[in-house]
């Protein structure tokens, strides 16, 4: 069974730096596409990043030149650096195995004070 569990969210201001984490289990990691979104309250989860197998990064506009997703296939972890964060970064973070099948973690909060 595939789990997927997100680390690293909490309290920031504006202006700070993050990394989330997620680690994977029960699945064939150095294959996977992986990626990240995330949820504002009112708001559709929207994506934030994705990562191929051999480290392809794609970037939703809003965070280019701030975020960067990267992945460790040895530990089966994929990351996310977010740095520079806005107010409008506050939401809630989830790593999501986007191929072969998709499968999503709990989330973990990410909150950036003004």
């Known amino acids: 069974q595939v789990q997927l569990v997100e680390s690293g969210g909490g309290l920031v201001q504006a202006g700070g730096s993050l990394r989330l984490s997620c680690a994977a289990s029960?699945?064939?990691?150095?294959?996977?596409?992986m990626g990240w979104y995330r949820q504002a309250p009112g708001k559709q989860r929207e994506l934030v990043a994705t990562?191929?197998?051999?480290?392809?990064?794609k970037y939703a506009d809003s965070v280019k030149g701030r975020f960067t997703i990267s992945r460790d296939n040895a530990k089966n972890f994929v990351y996310l650096q977010m740095n520079s964060l806005k107010s409008e970064d506050t939401a809630v973070y989830y790593c999501?195995?986007?191929?072969?099948?998709?499968?999503w973690g709990q989330g973990t909060q990410v909150t950036v004070s003004s």
């Open positions: 999501k195995q986007e191929w072969p099948l998709n499968y």
């Open positions: 029960g699945t064939t990691f150095s294959i996977n596409v």
């Open positions: 990562i191929t197998s051999v480290g392809s990064t």
